[in-house]
Every structure is written in C-alpha cells, then in structure tokens.
C-alpha cells in the first residue's frame, strides 16, 4: 500500500524559505513522475511542479526560478525547496505519485493517483 506523507510547512514572511518533504511508503517504481499541487483558500488544486525518473522538473510559470523540484531516490524522498515566497503561494501543499492505471489527475504529462495528506504553507506580507 502506498502512502506518502508531506512535512516541512509553516508560516513565513514574504522573501522567506521553506522546505518540504515527502516520504514514500511503499512506492518504489522508479519509472513514474512525482510531483506537488497545491490548493489555496477559494482555489481549485493546481500544479506546481513534477519531476520524472530521468531527473527532468517541470514547473508551473507562477513558480519558475523561485521553486525548486528534487528527490533522493535512496531515501525515496522528494523535495520542494521553495524561496522568495509570496502571499500567493499560501495553500494546502500536496505531494503526488503517479499511478499510471488508475490515476485520475492528469498534470505534465504523468497520471497521478497517490496523494499525501497535505501540509499547510502561509506566507504573510
């Protein structure tokens, strides 16, 4: 049984860093796409960033140059180091693995279907 479970959310000031991580229980196919969405108040859940087992990261525009994708495939850990963050990017941060027979959310060309339990991210000005 897979379960990903997300750490690394708090509160920051705008300008600030923070880093999540997700831990991978029970997923070890190496040949599927990771990622993270997320969902702010009032919003639908939206993409911000996949990475697939070539090591090639995706980002949506709203995060370029400021998000950053990783994972440590011994660790079967993925990584979003996020800085400069901004008000906007207050939400429900949620991690993702692609489940490519049954998954039901399609994003960057991967089909996600596993989904951790989310961690809160606020960013005040």
């Known amino acids: 049984q897979v379960q990903l479970v997300e750490s690394g959310g708090g509160s920051v000031r705008a300008g600030g860093s923070l880093r999540l991580s997700c831990a991978a229980y029970?997923?070890?196919?190496?040949?599927?796409?990771m990622g993270w969405f997320r969902q702010g108040p009032g919003k639908e859940r939206e993409g911000v960033a996949t990475?697939?087992?070539?090591?090639?990261?995706r980002y949506a525009d709203s995060v370029k140059g400021r998000f950053t994708i990783s994972q440590d495939n011994a660790k079967n850990t993925l990584y979003l180091q996020m800085n400069s963050l901004k008000p906007e990017d207050t939400a429900i941060y949620y991690c993702?693995?692609?489940?490519?027979?049954?998954?039901?959310?399609?994003?960057?060309?991967?089909?996600?279907?596993?989904w951790g339990q989310g961690t809160q991210v606020t960013v005040s000005s």
């Open positions: 990475i697939d087992s070539d090591g090639l990261a």
């Open positions: 029970g997923y070890t196919d190496r040949s599927n796409c």
């Open positions: 993702a693995a692609e489940d490519p027979l049954y998954g039901g959310t399609w994003y960057s060309s991967c089909r996600f279907g596993y």
